[in-house]
């Protein structure tokens, strides 16, 4: 499996996950280009509403989803907009891969995607699919919580960008970009590895976007913090 250019979707105001980052970007060899991402309490909301990527009764509810959002949707387009990039491999700051990343992803064969694949997941949390066959499935829609979830590394077909859109827009801000995609499995062709190939970290990174949704979020869990603040030394 190739991809044409890979994208790293980071905020400017989090170095420290950047570098880390590009640690393992380094180590397998890869060229990844930073799109900085979208800081969604520095969204203004009146002109995205203007340009129809949000709804009509758009109230800021969940911030960090918004930013999330929007910045994915910018990197889309981006990969649209490229003549030379068909197929384009986005990463959120906190993915996790080893030297052989570029190895294990061209093992994968062309011929074991289908098709008609819109995008690929190369990493998830809690995965429940239908094999397809020995390489990938198709992921089942379920309600359980954070089920196919983690859109940290996937890949997507600039041909498919509009149709994702569609789906994702305009924005209401009442779910996240995650949630939203897990409930409209059945509108787009989505995949998902069975042996995945990026990871995010057991601990020491938290979410971001759930801590812009609710700054409140990690109040009282010291040893949340001191374990991020442990990690953070060996990662500096």
Same mark, same amino acid.
């Given at each position: 499996?190739?991809?044409? &250019?890979?994208?790293?979707?980071?905020?400017?105001?989090?170095?420290?996950?950047?570098?880390?980052?590009?640690?393992?970007?380094?180590?397998?060899?890869? *060229?990844?280009?930073?799109?900085?991402?979208?800081?969604? @309490? =520095?969204?203004?909301?009146?002109?995205?509403?203007?340009?129809?990527?949000?709804?009509?009764?758009?109230?800021?509810?969940?911030?960090?989803?918004?930013?999330?959002?929007?910045?994915?949707?910018?990197?889309?387009?981006?990969? /649209?907009?490229? %003549?030379?990039?068909?197929?384009?491999?986005?990463?959120?700051?906190?993915?996790?891969?080893?030297?052989?990343? @570029?190895?294990?992803?061209?093992?994968?064969?062309?011929?074991?995607?289908?098709?008609?694949?819109?995008?690929?997941?190369?990493?998830?949390? &809690?995965?429940?699919?239908?094999?397809?066959?020995?390489?990938?499935?198709?992921?089942?829609?379920?309600?359980?919580?954070?089920?196919?979830?983690?859109?940290?590394?996937?890949?997507?077909?600039?041909?498919?960008?509009?149709?994702?859109? /569609?789906? @994702?827009?305009?924005?209401?801000?009442?779910?996240? &970009?995650?949630?939203?995609?897990?409930?409209?499995? *059945?509108?787009?062709?989505?995949?998902?590895?069975?042996?995945?190939?990026?990871?995010?970290?057991?601990?020491?990174?938290?979410?971001?976007? &759930?801590?812009?949704? =609710? %700054?409140?979020?990690? *109040?009282?869990? %010291?040893?949340?913090?001191?374990?991020?603040?442990?990690?953070?030394?060996?990662?500096?």
């Amino acid at each position: 499996m190739h991809y044409d &250019k890979a994208y790293l979707i980071s905020l400017e105001r989090s170095p420290k996950r950047r570098k880390n980052f590009y640690r393992y970007a380094r180590r397998a060899g890869m *060229e990844v280009e930073w799109f900085p991402a979208l800081y969604g @309490l =520095d969204v203004n909301t009146d002109e995205y509403q203007r340009r129809g990527y949000l709804s009509g009764d758009f109230k800021l509810r969940l911030a960090g989803s918004l930013g999330t959002l929007l910045s994915h949707i910018h990197v889309w387009e981006k990969i /649209a907009d490229d %003549p030379h990039c068909e197929m384009g491999l986005v990463f959120e700051d906190d993915a996790v891969f080893n030297r052989h990343f @570029l190895t294990d992803l061209h093992t994968i064969k062309g011929s074991d995607i289908p098709d008609d694949w819109d995008m690929l997941w190369l990493g998830w949390h &809690k995965l429940d699919c239908d094999p397809v066959n020995e390489t990938v499935g198709t992921p089942r829609k379920t309600e359980g919580k954070s089920v196919n979830s983690g859109h940290f590394a996937y890949m997507v077909k600039s041909s498919s960008v509009e149709k994702m859109k /569609a789906l @994702l827009l305009p924005y209401d801000n009442r779910r996240s &970009k995650d949630v939203l995609l897990r409930q409209n499995f *059945e509108a787009f062709n989505a995949y998902f590895l069975l042996d995945k190939i990026v990871k995010t970290p057991l601990i020491g990174f938290d979410s971001i976007r &759930k801590n812009i949704n =609710d %700054p409140n979020r990690i *109040e009282g869990r %010291p040893v949340k913090k001191l374990v991020q603040k442990i990690r953070k030394l060996f990662l500096e």
